[in-house]
């Protein structure tokens, strides 16, 4: 893993653009090997990992993970809002029209001190040695934060740390070889500019902040059970798992127990911080949490043994202490912070 130089973010009242200057190392509370899900999906590892390096804590801006909900076929990708981002950490993130190449996209907006979130082919990131490295094409996104174009080298954020790619992968990457470059039937790829255009909020005013965001979120939770409503569905997406195989549980296990164990996970880390900023909730709600997190684990452990016996497995008791836990934390939480609901036009 690349070590970068750690930065916070200040604002010269004289002059609209940024300038960074050095900051003491954070404690990485989020990403441990302590952690029960050590990866959550690769838009928030990735965002973790940036925040990070930017010297700035990434639990604050968790409390959106109370909205998670069952979609029907997967739990809610959970993702840091862009409104979040802006008003806490003083970043704005938009969407990058791309329409020359991408390497000249990248160089300029880096140039203006900004990190360039872009959907990647992780064939050409060195830091999937032990996945998709030069095996398989799998789409992930990456945040670059630094890029030599002459000397074809660029640096990025990327699940649990920071990388470099060079040589064939930054060709690769930046869509330069033959077989790429000249191929007008691939699309462009997604892309977003995070600009830091504001100091971030601290002390008081950043823990009102999270304080008023999580009634705003509370007021935008799921108006049933969504572990309920996901239990409903599981008998039949066991018969599935069992009759697809080893690649339809892999996938299933990353959309359905990981989005809601690490969800869970990551609201914990929210309430901790909120406990140390002066707003503590009971420890009936943060066990909770917890609970969800570890006990979404177990459920997958049960499906992997399911699958290699060839016998379905109801989970019955996981599915029990899940929709417990999933009461407890959220109307402990509505008891502690309150919602704001949302106004219905």
């Not at 862009?82 to 029209?97: F, H, I, K, N």
């Not at 000249?104 to 959907?119: D, S």
Request: charged share 20%; aromatic share 10%; hydrophobic share 40%.
């Amino acid at each position: 893993m690349e070590q970068s130089t750690v930065t916070d973010f200040a604002v010269d009242i004289d002059d609209a653009a940024p300038r960074r200057t050095i900051a003491a190392p954070l404690p990485r509370l989020l990403h441990g090997e302590e952690s029960i899900w050590q990866e959550t999906n690769c838009y928030m590892d990735l965002w973790i990992e940036l925040l990070y390096g930017w010297g700035l804590d990434p639990r604050p801006a968790l409390a959106f993970t109370v909205t998670q909900d069952y979609e029907g076929d997967h739990f809610t990708f959970f993702k840091y809002p862009q409104a979040d981002l802006e008003l806490l950490y003083g970043t704005v993130v938009q969407e990058t029209a791309i329409y020359d190449t991408l390497e000249a996209h990248i160089v300029e907006q880096v140039r203006r001190g900004h990190a360039m979130l872009v959907e990647m082919d992780s064939f050409y990131l060195p830091d999937t040695r032990a996945t998709a490295y030069r095996t398989g094409h799998v789409k992930t996104t990456i945040a670059i934060d630094a890029i030599d174009p002459i000397a074809q080298r660029l640096s990025y954020y990327h699940s649990l740390g920071h990388y470099a790619a060079e040589g064939e992968d930054y060709q690769g990457l930046m869509r330069l070889t033959p077989e790429l470059g000249g191929n007008g039937n691939i699309l462009f790829p997604y892309a977003e500019c995070a600009k830091r255009v504001r100091a971030p909020l601290a002390g008081r005013a950043l823990s009102n902040a999270v304080a008023q965001l999580m009634r705003h979120h509370l007021g935008r939770r799921p108006a049933q059970n969504p572990i309920s409503r996901w239990r409903e569905e599981f008998p039949a997406q066991v018969e599935t798992i069992l009759a697809r195989g080893d690649a339809y549980f892999h996938h299933y296990g990353f959309n359905l127990p990981r989005q809601l164990g690490a969800n869970f996970e990551m609201l914990h880390h929210c309430l901790t911080w909120l406990g140390e900023h002066g707003y503590p909730v009971p420890a009936s709600v943060r066990t909770a949490t917890l609970s969800i997190a570890s006990e979404c684990k177990v459920l997958q452990f049960r499906l992997a043994r399911a699958m290699a016996r060839r016998r379905p497995d109801a989970c019955s008791e996981s599915l029990d202490n899940l929709e417990a836990a999933y009461v407890t934390a959220i109307e402990g939480l509505v008891a502690s912070f309150g919602s704001v609901e949302p106004v219905h036009v």
